[in-house]
């Protein structure tokens, strides 16, 4: 029996004009719209809350129409994906920012849908407790990748037996494109946008290089699958500092690195982070300490980065008048 005793089922009987029939005749609507057994189970067990985080421009209570053909196409989407409880949340709020052509949600396809998913429990799964995981998941790892496949027609001829592989699949292809993209750019480097102190430092067979432009940090996020390449307002303004991290001998990356000046000319370790976030080797930990020994030491040693520093941290906190 539907726990209808428990949930609310309010909304869409409204959006679909049947307010006051019983759950055998919204049972029957849906199914002659395509809504499954499996779809309808989820509605019942789930009711309204379904498409509380769908929100606009998908479901409105003012447009009953619009709102009801919206709601069908996203109880079989979820059907399709033949998942017995509902998506994070997260994952649903983020998808007015995919660039659906035309905000469309049949444009989605299940299997795309069920890899992002899929990927989110393993990344609450990777954080257990952490409240924000899915949602820093989501933020960056689902919206960007998703932005590409939608707005470069991937979705128009994507084998869906690869979409089996998972998320990725997707986030895979979306590096190789964004490599491309940005391979121009790459091959010349845009100017520094702040002042390095310190531009590179080699310890224990490790090279850090420090990355002077929004471009550069873009790539880096690119490349190592993270968040960094929104740090450049805090570079321009903060005395924090970003370092690429990759093995001297072969170029392949490691880490990504920030520090902090917490005091003047002393130094320390913001964080320091793997591909997707994850924790990195002692080895890499104890290593880019010698980035922190090396502002430390150009700070004490050599006059004209001290100037730098001192010039930057004033700029930093100076008051801009109204």
Not at 92 to 100: E, F, P, R, T
Not at 120 to 133: F, I, K, L, R, T
């Amino acid at each position: 029996m539907p726990n209808f005793m428990t949930t609310c089922h309010d909304r869409l009987p409204f959006w679909l004009d049947l307010q006051g029939a019983d759950y055998r005749q919204l049972r029957k609507t849906l199914a002659a719209r395509g809504v499954n057994a499996r779809g309808w189970r989820l509605y019942a067990d789930y009711g309204d809350a379904l498409f509380e985080a769908l929100g606009q421009p998908w479901v409105q209570h003012e447009h009953p129409f619009t709102s009801a053909e919206n709601a069908v196409v996203f109880l079989r989407l979820l059907a399709a994906c033949e998942m017995d409880v509902p998506p994070p949340r997260p994952l649903i709020a983020s998808l007015k920012d995919w660039q659906l052509p035309k905000e469309r949600l049949g444009a989605i396809p299940p299997p795309f849908f069920r890899a992002a998913w899929k990927a989110c429990a393993g990344a609450e799964y990777a954080q257990p407790g952490s409240a924000g995981a899915v949602t820093d998941f989501v933020r960056e790892h689902i919206v960007p990748a998703a932005r590409w496949y939608f707005e470069t027609g991937q979705h128009l001829d994507d084998d869906p037996n690869r979409l089996k592989a998972g998320w990725e699949h997707v986030e895979r292809g979306y590096r190789e494109w964004r490599r491309e993209h940005h391979r121009i750019e790459a091959a010349s480097p845009a100017p520094a946008q702040w002042l390095l102190f310190v531009p590179a430092v080699e310890f224990d067979g490790l090279r850090f290089a420090a990355l002077g432009s929004e471009a550069a940090l873009e790539a880096e996020g690119l490349e190592m699958m993270h968040c960094v390449g929104s740090y450049g307002e805090r570079c321009r303004n903060e005395m924090l500092r970003i370092y690429a991290v990759s093995e001297k001998k072969s170029g392949v990356r490691v880490a990504t690195l920030s520090v902090m000046e917490n005091s003047p000319g002393l130094w320390e370790i913001d964080q320091l982070k793997g591909c997707y976030n994850a924790p990195v080797p002692q080895r890499v930990t104890i290593a880019a300490l010698a980035v922190v020994r090396a502002l430390e030491d150009a700070y004490a040693l050599l006059p004209a980065v001290r100037q730098e520093m001192d010039g930057c941290r004033r700029a930093a906190f100076v008051e801009i008048p109204f």
